[in-house]
């Protein structure tokens, strides 16, 4: 975890500087809600869904626009958050619970998981200007995106899961205001994971994998400077 929260530091530092090198470029800080679409987002106990439910995104986007152009470029790097369903947790409390009513053992409280996606993105930008005060862009790329699931626990599992990586695409459609201000909204298709986990629970260690694919709706507010 130090090393991707590192990685991150020293991209976002990398951009500050290089944006100071760039006349015609610019930043745009953007946060808001992240919401799981498709497969990512259903609820299922056999871990074929990956129960996630409205979270969070911060990111941090650089564009360069062309000279006397409205196409562009651009890089960003995001940090999505998501917790999981609450169908998800009612169920491992009931397995629980019945578990501790039958055989009067006493557990603690389950651990549930929390998915955490970091794309990189790069791609190319359109700009139309509708007036002096009012412009709309749309963003079309591709990621690469790191995959952090937490630790998974309660009596009848205790799963931990290595860091995966997969290569998706992004579209989006933002509206800036006053070249200063902008609503972003973007489709992330960030690809298939192949998640490497390790069941503790037992006498030995079981380890197994799994696919997840993430789809991702994230609705932000952004400042360019």
Same mark, same amino acid.
């Given at each position: 975890?130090?090393?991707?929260?590192?990685?991150?530091?020293?991209?976002?530092?990398?951009?500050?500087?290089?944006?100071?090198?760039?006349?015609?470029?610019?930043?745009?800080?953007?946060?808001?809600?992240?919401?799981?679409?498709?497969?990512?987002?259903?609820?299922?106990?056999?871990?074929?869904?990956?129960?996630?439910?409205?979270?969070?995104?911060?990111?941090?986007?650089?564009?360069?626009?062309?000279?006397?152009?409205?196409?562009?470029? %651009? +890089? /960003?790097?995001?940090? *999505?958050?998501?917790?999981?369903?609450?169908?998800?947790?009612?169920? $491992?409390? @009931?397995?629980?619970?019945?578990?501790?009513?039958?055989?009067?053992?006493?557990?603690?409280?389950?651990?549930?998981?929390?998915?955490?996606?970091?794309?990189?993105?790069?791609?190319?930008?359109?700009?139309?200007?509708?007036?002096?005060?009012?412009?709309?862009?749309?963003?079309?790329?591709?990621?690469?995106?790191?995959?952090?699931?937490?630790?998974?626990?309660?009596?009848?599992?205790?799963?931990?899961?290595?860091?995966?990586?997969? %290569? +998706? /695409?992004?579209?989006? *459609?933002?509206?800036?205001?006053?070249?200063?201000?902008?609503?972003? $909204?973007? @489709?992330?298709?960030?690809?298939?994971?192949?998640?490497?986990?390790?069941?503790?629970?037992?006498?030995?260690?079981?380890?197994?994998?799994?696919?997840?694919?993430?789809?991702?709706?994230?609705?932000?507010?952004?400042?360019?400077?």
């Amino acid at each position: 975890m130090r090393i991707v929260r590192s990685t991150i530091l020293a991209l976002i530092i990398s951009l500050a500087l290089f944006s100071n090198l760039v006349a015609q470029g610019s930043f745009n800080i953007h946060g808001g809600a992240a919401i799981p679409l498709n497969n990512f987002s259903f609820y299922q106990l056999n871990y074929d869904k990956a129960s996630a439910t409205l979270g969070w995104n911060i990111g941090l986007q650089y564009s360069y626009r062309f000279v006397n152009k409205n196409f562009g470029v %651009f +890089g /960003g790097i995001d940090y *999505i958050h998501n917790g999981v369903s609450k169908e998800f947790k009612e169920t $491992v409390e @009931y397995w629980d619970s019945l578990r501790e009513s039958l055989f009067y053992d006493t557990i603690g409280q389950p651990t549930f998981p929390t998915y955490t996606n970091i794309p990189l993105t790069i791609g190319t930008n359109y700009t139309y200007e509708l007036n002096d005060n009012v412009k709309l862009s749309c963003d079309i790329g591709l990621s690469i995106n790191f995959l952090i699931i937490s630790d998974i626990k309660s009596y009848h599992f205790d799963i931990k899961t290595d860091l995966a990586h997969g %290569f +998706g /695409g992004c579209l989006g *459609i933002n509206m800036i205001l006053q070249d200063r201000y902008s609503f972003n $909204v973007n @489709y992330k298709g960030l690809g298939k994971h192949t998640v490497d986990a390790y069941d503790m629970s037992g006498v030995e260690v079981e380890e197994f994998s799994q696919d997840i694919s993430i789809h991702l709706l994230t609705l932000t507010l952004g400042l360019t400077f």
